[in-house]
């Protein structure tokens, strides 16, 4: 799937809930879901800077592809990360890269977001580009 495949899909789950009370429970359903990163990854050198809450991130290269594990200690944290987890991981680095993220908007999260969220929200969408960009320097 591409990335655009995968936010398309978010944007319809999303769109399935009534209210944001049910999506907050639904992103909080995801973060439960998200594969964990490994124990010796959770170091400060992976922490998501401008994060509120903390937010590991570890990457790896597999197949010219890059996988990425998450945790957070806040549960709507980890729903945010769960979300872009699932959007970027597995994808080339030159995809993520040149990704646009407007689905975020288009599912209503950053508007539901508090400032210090929101703030932690485009933090975490630019580590996973760095990632991308280190990676993608690899590979050339």
């Known amino acids: 799937m591409t990335i655009e495949d995968v936010q398309n899909e978010i944007i ?3 769109s399935m809930f009534e209210d944001w009370e049910e999506r907050y429970q639904y992103m909080i359903d995801l973060g439960k879901d998200l594969p964990l990163i490994d124990e010796k990854y959770k ?5 998501i800077k401008g994060c509120q809450s903390k937010v590991w991130v570890h990457a790896n290269l597999e197949d010219d592809k890059v996988q990425f594990t998450a945790d957070s200690d806040a549960i709507i944290t980890k729903g945010i990360i769960a979300i872009l987890i699932r959007t970027f991981s597995n994808q080339h680095p030159k995809a993520i890269i040149e990704a646009n993220t407007d689905f975020i908007d ?3 999260l950053k508007e539901h977001l508090s400032p210090t969220r ?6 975490m969408i630019k ?7 280190a990676y993608q320097t690899q590979l050339k």
């Open 12 to 14: 319809d789950e999303f």
């Open 43 to 47: 170091t400060d050198d992976n922490i």
């Open 106 to 108: 288009q599912i209503g």
């Open 118 to 123: 929101a703030n932690g929200l485009v933090s």
């Open 127 to 133: 580590q996973l580009k760095m990632y991308a960009i």
